[in-house]
Each structure stands twice: as C-alpha cells, then as structure tokens.
C-alpha cells in the first residue's frame, strides 16, 4: 500500500535558525496536510494545501510558517525563526480528494527539537 | 470551530476483555467522525470513519463505533481485545461540508494497554 514519507526522522535546531521538514504523498493525492504534537497534547491541525495554494489554516500557523510543494513531489513545511515551543512531532497527511468520502493518510513524523 | 472530547487518557485492559473508549464532540453543524490508531513506532493509521448513512460502522481489526447523534458521541468498541491492540487511539471530526478534505481536530488521545 502506498506510503506518506518524510524526513528527516528527527531535527534538532538551535532557537532563531531555520527549518524545513519534507513530505513525499501519496502519488496523486491532491490535498496535502500538516499537523503538529507537542509532547503530551493532543495532535493539531496547522495547514490544509490544495491547487498549489493554502486552502485552510490554524490561528497556530502564523507567519513564520510557510508550505510549499516546489517540485511537484515534496510538500515542505518551512519554520522560519524556530522557538522552543515549536518543538513538537510534525505530520503531514494526504488526500487523494476525489471521492466525498476520502480519507486523510499519516506520515511518520518529524520529531522537531529546538535547543 | 470543532473540538473532540476523549474521557479515558490510559485505559488497562487484560485480553478477550471488551473495550469502549468515549468520544464526544461538540460542532454547530453537520461532521465526519474518525478514530485513528497509532501502533508504538508507528504512524497515524485509520481504523474507521462515518460520514454518513448506518451509524454503527466497522472498521479494521475487529473495530467497530456507533454514531449517536443525540450525544453527539461516536464511541469505539471491540468486543474482545487482543494484546496486539495495545496503542494510541485517536478520535477525529471534520465538517461534512467539506468531505474529507478538511483539517481535522482531534481529541488527546487514550493510551490502550493490554496485559497478556
């Protein structure tokens, strides 16, 4: 069955300094998600990307957070200026989005550390 | 905005004995309901979902839940758990407006484990 991947597997950044986690869909999905959980909370929703544009996001997805899809393959979640509390494991999902029903499929995850 | 309510955080269990974990939500309009398992070392996986039609849906695994619209509840149940269900179980809502497509909410999460 095919796979949502992504890498790295872990980051750890020192506060101020850049990120940007990667995401391999599913091939032809065309709804790209991320999601982030901080250690002991619940999993949350940042951002929803469709058409090569954002199409949803969280009050949590502020301007030091930016997605693109720059190839045409990956899905990159870029954090701009990290803080200690964007530590977190990020997901990002995917959506084939052409059935009513459809159905959001997980990565792995990204387990951020910001030092 | 949606949120999802899961009572039980840990919940024990010993094999073949039956299982309910409690998911509430609280939305203004029309959902989608999932439950999501997480296997240790392992991603997001879906083990059902409703979005409409018969309320009692099966899933993977034996899993099944029931929609009361009414309580605005969509508990899990398995009649018989097994050692192997020990997990992450995670409860989700999205609006139906959207089908699947948009951002989920999900509730904490009840950590499952099962004594042999």
């Known amino acids: 069955e095919p796979e949502v991947t992504q890498t790295p597997s872990h980051q750890v950044t020192q506060m101020g300094q850049e990120v940007i986690l990667r995401c391999v869909p599913i091939s032809n999905h065309l709804y790209f998600y991320w999601y982030r959980q901080i250690l002991g909370q619940k999993v949350e929703f940042l951002v929803s990307f469709y058409n090569n544009e954002i199409s949803e996001k969280s009050e949590i997805f502020d301007d030091q957070f930016s997605v693109e899809r720059p190839d045409g393959s990956n899905f990159t979640l870029k954090i701009r200026s990290t803080k200690l509390e964007d530590s977190a494991m990020y997901f990002c999902?995917?959506?084939?989005?052409?059935?009513?029903?459809?159905?959001?499929?997980f990565g792995p995850g990204t387990r951020l550390t910001v030092l | 905005a949606q949120s999802v309510s899961q009572h039980n955080h840990h919940v024990i269990l010993s094999e073949a004995a039956s299982l309910e974990l409690g998911c509430n939500y609280s939305?203004?309009?029309?959902?989608?309901l999932f439950w999501y398992v997480q296997y240790p070392g392992q991603h997001l996986q879906l083990l059902l979902k409703y979005f409409s039609g018969d309320p009692l849906v099966k899933g993977i695994k034996g899993f099944e839940a029931e929609f009361i619209k009414s309580k605005f509840s969509f508990n899990l149940r398995k009649p018989s758990v097994q050692w192997s269900d020990t997990a992450e179980y995670f409860c989700a809502v999205n609006a139906y407006s959207g089908g699947g497509a948009d951002g989920l909410t999900f509730g904490k999460g009840t950590h499952l484990i099962i004594q042999p």
């Open positions: 939305y203004g309009g029309t959902v989608n």
């Open positions: 999902a995917t959506l084939d989005g052409t059935r009513f029903t459809d159905t959001q499929y």
